[in-house]
């Protein structure tokens, strides 16, 4: 009996999913059992489908499962504080607005700003949703570097 794949080698066992001999370059060890090739990728790319679809549960508000990898403090939300509330339909960041509210505030989103963006806004998948807040953290770097170099430009202008 030769390998179902390579017809030239002589089978060391079959595979105890779809029952086709396999040869030692082929078969695969899985808690004692071998498999061949196309059943190992059969049987790992299920699981990891489920996973990704159980694991968004973005937008659907206070119900919404927090991802692991997305709890953390959240730069973006916490420099651009109600612009980032919103691109990222998080409309209680616009109370950053109010006078002295707003550093309270800003602090409170870098701290609630993923769970928030998560569970208000319908995200394509973790990955999308890291993309977008590590963006939002670059432009929030950008926007607070640009107002200390303006700050510092007229405080100058001024002394002068
Ligand atoms: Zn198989
Ligand atoms: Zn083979």
């Excluded at 939002?136 to 430009?153: E, L, N, P, Q, Y």
Aim: aromatic share 12%; net charge positive.
């Amino acid at each position: 009996m030769n390998c179902y794949v390579h017809s030239d080698r002589e089978a060391v066992g079959v595979c105890v999913s779809c029952g086709k001999p396999i040869c030692s370059e082929c078969k695969v060890l899985i808690k004692d059992k071998y498999y061949c090739n196309s059943c190992v990728n059969k049987i790992a790319t299920i699981p990891s489908d489920r996973n990704e679809s159980s694991a968004n549960t973005s937008g659907q508000g206070t119900i919404a499962v927090i991802p692991q990898e997305i709890r953390g403090w959240n730069w973006g939300a916490f420099l651009l504080s109600w612009i980032w509330g919103l691109g990222n339909s998080v409309w209680i960041a616009l109370l950053a607005l109010i006078p002295y509210v707003g550093l309270i505030m800003a602090i409170v989103l870098g701290v609630k700003g993923n769970e928030w963006a998560w569970q208000n806004k319908r995200w394509d998948s973790i990955e999308h949703f890291k993309r977008t807040q590590s963006a939002w953290a670059k432009w929030g770097v950008i926007v607070f570097v640009a107002s200390i170099i303006v700050g510092f430009i007229i405080g100058i202008s001024s002394a002068i």
